[in-house]
Each structure stands twice: as structure tokens, then as C-alpha cells.
């Protein structure tokens, strides 16, 4: 495999293979929650539906329910009321011919009765109602399982649990899940000019942006950042500082000193510490991206520069999170047509940073931002997707599309 000591740079496509393969190594161990914890973890096991959803007959709609076949084919019919039946109600009287029951939405529905006949389509007169021509023999019940049969599959393996997924397996009684861990990561910022947003710039000095940055994108990735830190650029701090990240945290992701300049310490204190898995992609931004291996750790060393590091993030720590957390389904591309021609000056794949609109006819645009300098937050923050521009191809045409990078 490449490594600093080949200065191969390899394609986007290899890149993420290698990322994927070695991820999916780093299965995270399981742990069970109850479902108020549950919102955005990664299921582990297939679950089931126990029993038929909805588990008994009941109506659809508030007003009576009754016989189909006593219903009018032509005038009307009056029905005997002989008692009612609400939701949550743990008895329900018999209904015989010519008879019916009021009943509310969600009511089981008593026995012998198959049709409900609408409130709003009954005329109340004592103990009668009236029920003219025209109703549908059956309408108004749901029946027993036709939302999930006992045993249908409701929630996969390694599915991230949405709000709908928690609706489907509280109702299938489940109370608490089984999930991955969420991964453990650590932050480090390195760079000798950096200083914490709240203090003073000196000469020559910025704010570390990127610290705040990769700890949010970590989060929502569903991560939980164990650990963050400022590392001057000295071979000894940046030694020290990943080994104690190595030792608190599945995933170590870093920014800056990856380049090749002088006080780029990161590539050859990596190799002492661990394997470089690759190092350099032919990608903009991002191409000094370095990932290894240190214990049981994976190291994402990302470059400094804002754009480079939050799209790299975007595009391999995501990735990498997903297979570490086994989700089954990688999100679906999306896809957008360029609204103005391009131009790109060099044949490396690039994420262009992207606002997304639709016209009136649903055809999804992108306009790719004028800020696309890669320590540019502008282009970062008046965006909403990254458009990938494949390796290779130059030119793009207005009207082309573009494939929308997930995550
Ligand atoms: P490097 O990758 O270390 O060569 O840094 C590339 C550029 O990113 C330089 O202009 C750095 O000052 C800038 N940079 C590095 N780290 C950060 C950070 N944490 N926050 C904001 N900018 C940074
Ligand atoms: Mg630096």
C-alpha cells in the first residue's frame, strides 16, 4: 500500500475503498438503549414484528359499526343502537342483524361487525339510526395486520434509527434496542498560529476554526468527541498527543500538518506510531489526506485548510463511521444539473461546494460558489452539497449533472 515513503497519489475511488475496507474492520462493540436514547443510533439486530400490526380488527373512522350486508342498497334503514365501544375499551357487546354500535377511531371492533358507517352519514333518532343507500360493505375497519403481519420484517439490521423506526418498534413493544457504540473520537488542531476562539490574536496568529468544526461534524455523524485538543507543531506534542488520543478513542481525526512543508510533522510521526494506510489523493480539496492505523485507532490526518478538512471529513471519516457502525444502506446519490458551465483547471476529482435550488418544474440546480479557495469559509457556509467533479473530466456544460456526494 502507498505510504509517505511512495508518493503515490491515489485516485478518489481507491481512496475510499481502502477507508471502507479497513472501517469495516473496526466494528464497534454493541450495547443496548431504550428508545429515548435511541434516535439516530445504528440498529444490530433484525427485528420482527411479535404480533399482527394492528394487533385486532378496529374502526377507521368514528360513527357505527354494523353488518355490511344489512346496509340499503336502496332508501334508507334504520339500525338498532345497542351500545357503544371507545378506544381502549375492553369489552365490546355483540352485534347481531339490523343491530349497531357506536364506536371511535381506534375501537375494537365487536364481533360480527365488519363495516362502519360514518358518523357524519348517520341520522341519531333514540335508540335508531339511520343509515341511507350508498355506504360500502367493509369500509371504515382496519384490519388485524394489515400494517405488518406477525413476523414481517419492521426494523433491519444495521438501520439508523429515524423517529419512524422508533414509532415501529415501540409498537411492536420493543422498549430498548440493540445498537453499535457510538464511536469514540478525538480532536486535535495542530498548528503553531492557532489560538482559542475567546483569547487575543497575536501577530500572525488565527483562531483554531477547525477544532470547533470537526467536534460538530463528528456529532453529527453521531460520534462522541472524547477528546480535544490544540497540539503545536513539534514532532514531541504531536507524538504525545496521538498516543493519548489513541488511547481514549476509536477514531482520531487531526487537521493541518500534512502537507510537505517544513512544519509538517504529522506523515513521519504517523509512520513511527503506526501503518500509513495511504497518504496524498488526487482530490481538491483534501489531497494531503493521510490515513493510518495506530493501535486499535483509525487516524484521519486532515489538512488545515478549512474547506479541505470539512470535505474530507465529509467524505471519509463519514464513511469510515458508517462501516464502523454497520449501517446496512449507504444513502442513496442524490443528483443536480450545473446551472453555468465550468471549467476545471486540473484533472484531479473535485468537491465543489454547491447551493442547491429547484425550478418550477422540479429539476434540481446547482450553482456552484465563486469562493471555492479551499481556506475559504464563505464558500463553506453559503452552501448546502458538495457536487463532485470526477477525475478526468474537464469541462462541464450548463445543464450537466453532477452526482451530489452523501453525508
Ligand atoms: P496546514 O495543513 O497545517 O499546512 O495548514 C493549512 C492552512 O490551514 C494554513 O493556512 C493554516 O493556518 C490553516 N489552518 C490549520 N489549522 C487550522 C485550524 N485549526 N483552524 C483554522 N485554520 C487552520
Ligand atoms: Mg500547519
Known amino acids: 500500500m ?46 420482527r414484528a411479535p404480533w399482527p400490526l394492528p394487533p385486532f380488527a378496529n374502526a377507521a373512522m368514528d360513527g357505527f359499526a354494523l353488518h355490511g350486508a344489512d346496509l340499503p342498497r336502496d332508501g334508507e334503514r334504520a339500525f338498532a343502537l345497542v351500545g357503544e365501544v371507545f378506544a381502549g375499551a375492553s369489552s365490546v357487546p355483540d352485534v347481531r342483524a339490523g343491530q349497531c354500535v357506536r364506536v371511535t377511531t381506534g375501537a375494537p371492533m365487536p364481533p360480527g361487525a365488519d363495516t362502519v358507517v360514518i358518523k357524519e352519514n348517520a341520522l341519531v333518532a333514540g335508540d335508531r339510526v339511520l343509515v341511507n343507500a350508498g ?41 430498548e434496542v440493540t445498537v453499535r457504540r457510538q464511536p469514540r473520537v478525538a480532536v486535535i488542531a495542530t498548528g503553531d498560529e492557532l489560538v482559542p476562539a475567546g483569547q487575543p490574536l497575536g501577530f500572525g496568529r488565527i ?15 453521531g460520534a ?18 496521538l498516543l493519548e488520543a489513541a488511547m481514549e478513542a476509536d477514531v482520531i481525526v487531526s487537521s493541518g500538518g500534512v502537507s510537505a512543508g517544513e512544519a509538517d510533522h504529522l506523515a513521519g510521526v504517523t509512520r513511527e506510531l503506526g501503518e500509513i494506510h495511504f497518504h496524498k489523493v488526487r482530490l481538491k480539496p483534501g489531497m494531503p489526506t493521510l490515513f493510518a492505523g495506530i493501535g486499535a485507532c483509525l487516524y484521519f490526518g486532515l489538512p488545515g485548510n ?16 458508517r462501516a464502523m457502525l454497520g ?75 453532477v452526482t451530489l456526494w452523501p453525508g
Open 207 to 221: 483562531h483554531d476554526s477547525n477544532g470547533a468544526m470537526l467536534a460538530a461534524l463528528a456529532r453529527e455523524s
Open 135 to 175: 355506504e360500502r360493505p367493509g369500509a371504515n375497519v382496519r384490519a388485524a395486520g394489515e400494517d405488518y403481519a406477525e413476523g414481517d420484517l419492521a426494523v433491519p439490521a444495521g438501520t439508523p434509527l429515524a423517529a419512524a423506526h422508533l414509532a415501529l418498534l415501540a409498537a411492536c413493544g420493543v422498549a
Open 306 to 321: 478549512p474547506v479541505a478538512s470539512a470535505v474530507t471529513f465529509r467524505v471519509f471519516v463519514r464513511l469510515a463511521m
Open 327 to 401: 449501517v446496512a444502506e449507504l444513502p442513496q446519490p442524490r443528483h443536480a444539473r450545473l446551472d453555468a458551465p465550468l471549467h476545471k483547471r486540473h484533472p484531479r476529482a473535485e468537491f465543489a461546494r454547491c447551493k442547491l435550488y429547484s425550478d418550477a418544474n422540479g429539476v434540481q440546480w446547482a450553482t456552484v460558489h465563486a469562493s471555492q479557495g479551499s481556506a475559504m469559509l464563505r464558500g463553506l457556509v453559503e452552501t448546502d452539497a458538495l457536487a463532485l467533479l470526477p477525475e478526468g473530466e474537464r469541462e462541464f456544460r450548463r445543464g450537466d449533472v
Open 224 to 241: 462522541r468527541v472524547v477528546l480535544q485538543r490544540r497540539v503545536r507543531d513539534e514532532p514531541e506534542s504531536l507524538r504525545g498527543a
Open 2 to 47: 502507498p505510504s509517505v515513503d511512495q508518493p503515490t497519489r491515489i485516485g478518489l475511488e481507491q481512496a475510499l475503498q481502502i477507508v471502507a475496507a479497513r472501517a469495516a474492520q473496526h466494528r464497534l462493540p454493541v450495547e443496548t438503549v431504550s428508545l429515548a436514547d435511541a434516535p439516530g443510533r445504528v440498529s444490530v439486530d433484525d427485528v
